[in-house]
Every structure is written in C-alpha cells, then in structure tokens.
C-alpha cells in the first residue's frame, strides 16, 4: 500500500530536549516536505527536499533542521524544543512539484512541549 | 508571492443540502494548481479534488466540485447532499514552485 508513514504520532517532551520525527514514504518520491498546522493559520511548511542531499527552507524553518539521506527518507529534528513548537506535524511527498502534483500525506505527529 | 485565502473559519449545514466553502488565491505564476483536503477530527489529510490553471472544465470528484473563476482568482468548493461523515475541517492550497500553500481552512458541521 502506498503510503507516508510518520513516528510517532504523539509526542510529549520538555523544553531542550531533542527530538526527531521520522517520515518514510515508499513511493519513490523525489519531493518531500515537512508542514507543522496551528489552529487560525492552516498548515505551513517548514522545509523542504527535491531529492537526495537537497534540502531547503519554508515558511517557518527557526528551530527546526531536516536531512535527506536516503530517497525514502525525510526525518525532521528539534535540537532543541520550545513550547511555540508545539503543534501539529505532517510530512508530505509527491513524485515531483509540477502544478499538478497532489501531495500524499503522513498521519501527522501531535507534539506538546512543556 | 502565493496567496490563499479561506474567508469562513466554520459553518454549519444541514444534512442533504449543498454548502459552499469558499476560497480566493493571488499569485504571479501563469501555471498553478488549486487542492482541496478535508481533514476530519482524526488528523489525517484527504485529498479531495483537484484543478489545474488551465483546465477549461471544472472539476467534479463524486459530491465534489470545485466553482473555478481564474478571473476571479477563485477556487470554491461545492458539496452537494451533505453528510454527517462530511464534518471536518476543509483545506484549499495552491501549488507553485514546489510548494503547497494553504489556506487556514473551514470547519464544517454537518447536522441531522
């Protein structure tokens, strides 16, 4: 089954201590991206990547870093948590980013920083 | 720069009849294309439909459709026969230079 797989799904943490959600999705994107979704603002994305070894910037990239070491692969990393990062998580990818690219969702991670 | 803008943070409907969620967009780009997701109390996002900037014809996916005015620059999405399950929180984006942009969404209540 096609999918986008993200872990976990509920993380609570504390301020400073860092964190990784892994994303995988199998398949065979080229594109994926990292979007955290906060009531009033829809969702916004924080980094993306177009293939192996390419990452760039969102919206929202503060506080956050990714790395894409394997095509299936797009983990995202909070070296160091702060309560403003508490939010809901989705991880995306596409075969490509043409106007016509629907975008395939993970389940999303629920992240509390206290 | 991309814009998307959902002007109706919630809205309650009846259940069997038609709602329309509405949404606006802005953007340089000649080329765009125009999503909606449904995002129900779960979390997960669902692809609803889609339309490409230069499609003649509007799409339709089932009870779905989506009222695309370019000269408007609108992309409104159009439910027919509402269902309870319909109740979630509805999402437009717009893709362009390897992005989704999304709009703050619409929380629908579908009621008997």
């Known amino acids: 089954e096609a999918q986008v797989t993200q872990n976990p799904r509920y993380l609570i943490t504390v301020t400073g201590k860092k964190l990784t959600v892994t994303c995988s999705q199998n398949?065979?994107?080229?594109?994926m991206s990292w979007y955290r979704q906060d009531p009033g603002l829809g969702l916004r994305q924080i980094y993306y990547?177009?293939?192996?070894?390419?990452?760039d910037k969102g919206d929202v990239p503060e506080g956050y870093k990714v790395s894409r070491k394997e095509k299936r692969n797009f983990p995202l990393i909070l070296e160091s948590p702060s309560p403003n990062q508490t939010s809901l998580y989705f991880c995306?990818?596409?075969?490509?980013?043409?106007?016509?690219?629907?975008?395939?969702f993970g389940q999303g991670t629920r992240l509390t920083v206290v | 720069a991309q814009k998307i803008t959902q002007t109706q943070p919630g809205m309650f409907v009846q259940e069997k009849e038609a709602v329309t969620l509405d949404c606006t967009y802005d953007?340089?780009?000649?080329?765009?294309?125009l999503f909606w997701y449904k995002q129900p109390s779960s979390g997960e996002m669902i692809f609803l439909i889609y339309?490409?900037?230069?499609?003649?014809q509007n799409a339709t996916e089932g009870r779905y459709s989506l009222n695309f005015q370019k000269a408007r620059k609108s992309a409104n999405l159009v439910i027919s026969a509402s269902q309870l399950g319909d109740s979630a929180m509805y999402f437009c984006?717009?893709?362009?230079?390897?992005?989704?942009?999304f709009g703050a969404g619409t929380q629908v209540v579908v009621t008997p």
């Open positions: 984006a717009m893709s362009g230079w390897g992005k989704l942009q």
């Open positions: 995306a990818s596409s075969y490509g980013t043409g106007e016509n690219t629907e975008a395939f």
């Open positions: 339309q490409g900037s230069y499609d003649q």
């Open positions: 953007t340089s780009d000649p080329s765009y294309g």
């Open positions: 990547s177009m293939n192996v070894e390419v990452t």
């Open positions: 398949m065979n994107h080229e594109y």
